[in-house]
C-alpha cells in the first residue's frame, strides 16, 4: 500500500498534468464503490466532459475536483495502481473478440484508468 510521501508524490505529478484537462472516460474493475454514484455507468455520463480544477491529497486518497457537483476519490488500496492517459480500444486478444472499456495490457493489472484529453 502506498503510503503518504508515495501518494502526495502521486498527485503533484497528477496536479501537473490532469488540471485544465477534461474527462472522457473511467474505469474501476470494481463496481461497489461507485454503486453510491448510481453506478459506473451513471457516473460517466456525469463526469464526461467536466474540466479537471484540482487534485489534491485528503489523508491516503487522491481528491480530483471537476466541474459541477461531483469529486472523484481514489485509493489506491493495495497495489497503488493508477493510470491516465488516451487508450485505443483493441478489440481482439488472443484470437478472442472483446468489447470493452478495460485497459487492454497483458503485463500489468490497473486498477483505475482515467481518460483525459
Avoid at 63 to 74: A, L, R, S
Avoid at 81 to 106: C, D, E
Wanted: hydrophobic share 30%; proline share 4%.
Amino acid at each position: 500500500m502506498p503510503e503518504l510521501p508515495e501518494v502526495q508524490t502521486t498527485v503533484d505529478y497528477l496536479s501537473k498534468k490532469l488540471v485544465g484537462l477534461r474527462l472522457v472516460n473511467l474505469w474501476s474493475d470494481r463496481e461497489k464503490p461507485l454503486r453510491q454514484a448510481g453506478g459506473i455507468t451513471k457516473f460517466r455520463e456525469e463526469i464526461r466532459g467536466r474540466k479537471i480544477l484540482s487534485v489534491k491529497r485528503r489523508a491516503k486518497f487522491i481528491v480530483i475536483d471537476i466541474e459541477g457537483p461531483k469529486t472523484i476519490f481514489i485509493h489506491q488500496k493495495i497495489s497503488g495502481h493508477l493510470m491516465y492517459g488516451r487508450w485505443a480500444k483493441k478489440t481482439q486478444i488472443n484470437h478472442k473478440t472483446q468489447n470493452t472499456n478495460k485497459p487492454q495490457n497483458t503485463k500489468h493489472k490497473f486498477k483505475t484508468k482515467v481518460d483525459c484529453h
